[in-house]
């Protein structure tokens, strides 16, 4: 096959397999146990209150109408208990993690999960597949590596890369969502939750709001953005995104779905004299040496995350999203950019009334 139709074909998986993931098992069983839906009595006047705490290795913002300072505070207190309780799984940082725990498993053994690892890992793989590896949560001994090299600011050897490359893989998981565990075909290899845990972290909060009856909400996770109901008499939520270099250049206005911004615009290290991002490319199990910056819109948190991810890593795989998927996205370069027609209308900041 050649490249160009590889790319194409590639092009429709992606359109065609996004929309078969929302029906899928993977989304079935995620969404199980409840989905965002609020079909309570229209609720007494609400008021806004905003909570920031850190978690996850950055702050999380909150920003709720509830109907009273005390409902706001407890909710506030769930939903960040809600978070910890997600990265003491998902972090790779806790000795005694469940990613931890996992990852010092041996092959071929199966591995008992929680109904948060589980969802994670299953829907990571899924979208691996998916993208064809542009994002891959099993990157985690590449992630390891290339922390190592940042700090050193040295290049580690070729034969150290082959290594790390050669025991990564989605396809090296196995996964039975019946049983709830998971196994992998090799014991060296890590799985990397740091693409999609915060998405995740963002999705779980807002459903246990929803749960509360308090479904206008937002959550803000790093990066990582969820958004519920419309705010009282607003259109929706106004979200702010950066410009490639710039920070705050434009807001969107949206409701109920997710936003996820990655990119090298502020997280990179110059080594040798070139500039790499802290996203690995599994192509050279470095950090990218593309200087991008993408936003996602999805459905869920989870999705966005992960697929912002893959826009840094493989561009060309949204360059024709159909507005009727639900996915959207805005890649941006120093000299070009590829906004997809479904993608929220923009405000430039400054124009707003």
Known sequence: MSTRNHSQSQKVKLV????????????????????LSNELAPAPERFRYQEERPLMGTLATITLFAESPAQAEDAFAAAFARGEAINQVASDYLPDSELTRFNSNEADVWFSASEDFLAMVAYGLELATLTDGAYDPTLGAMSHLWRETRKAGRLPSGSTLSEVQSISGWEKIEVDLEGQRLRKKHSDLRLDLGGLGKGYAAEEILRLLVQRGLPQALVVIGGDVRCGEAPP???????????????????????????????????????????????IDPATGLGMTDSLLATVVASNGLMADALATAACINPSLFSELSPSTEVHSRILSSASQQVSKGFPPLTPIGSQE
């Not at 997710?258 to 991002?277: C, H, L, M, P």
Request: aromatic share 14%.
């Open 16 to 35: 065609l397999l996004l929309l078969v993931l929302i029906a899928g098992a993977v989304w079935w069983w995620f969404y199980q146990r409840g989905n």
């Open 233 to 279: 008499k607003k259109e929706g939520w106004t979200i702010g995104l950066p410009d490639y270099g710039e920070d705050l250049a434009a807001t969107i206005t949206v409701v109920d779905c997710a936003i996820s911004t990655s990119g090298d615009t502020e997280q990179f290290v110059e080594i040798e004299g070139k500039r790499y991002a802290h996203i």
